[in-house]
């Protein structure tokens, strides 16, 4: 099921809004991608999309935090590098997955369950002899979308109120 923006979650501030509205759009994209036989250049390629604009989108809101002497940029910035270096661990997973994945196989099958947090440990863990598939892409899809969801209707609106005094800013 795709990710939609809601209303909710917006932090009162066009660019940040914009910003996530398209991170959203990308694990949309990388979601249909392992649904879809034979797509992985565009899963490799968005996955990348994905890493790269999130530091970007990560840069931009420290910065308008930064402006705005929003007082949890320290915790937030804190987040970001935790966001970052777990995303580049599920890309380095993803990466392995499609490396090794067989073309006759197909993830349309997998089952959909919730992810707990050990197996998002188990996930992350780097371990060389932990042999990953593709019943594995689908939990960490769902990790990446639980992030997105978590970072912005927890961690970023509480920039909400601070923002609200600095409506044009960055906008």
Request: no cysteine; proline share 0%; net charge positive.
């Given at each position: 099921m795709?990710?939609?923006?809601?209303?909710q979650m917006s932090v009162g501030n066009t660019l940040i809004d914009d910003e996530h509205r398209y991170l959203i759009c990308l694990i949309n994209t990388i979601e249909l991608a392992i649904r879809t036989d034979d797509a992985h250049d565009i899963l490799a390629t968005t996955l990348e999309q994905l890493v790269e604009y999130t530091q970007i989108h990560f840069d931009t809101e420290e910065q308008i935090q930064?402006?705005?002497k929003y007082p949890g940029l320290e915790e937030h910035k804190k987040e970001h590098k935790k966001i970052?270096?777990?995303?580049h661990e599920?890309?380095?997973k993803l990466d392995k997955i499609l490396s090794t994945k067989k073309s006759t196989n197909s993830t349309a099958a997998v089952p959909q369950k919730d992810i707990t947090d050990s197996e998002i440990e188990q996930?992350?863990?780097d371990d060389p002899d932990t042999q990953l598939d593709e019943s594995d892409l689908t939990p960490l899809i769902k990790l990446m979308r639980r992030w997105i969801?978590?970072?912005v209707l927890g961690t970023d609106m509480k920039m909400k109120p601070y923002l609200a005094n600095h409506h044009s800013l960055f906008s």
């Open positions: 795709a990710l939609i923006w809601r209303k930064l402006k705005i970052m270096q777990d995303l599920v890309k380095k996930l992350l863990e969801i978590e970072h």
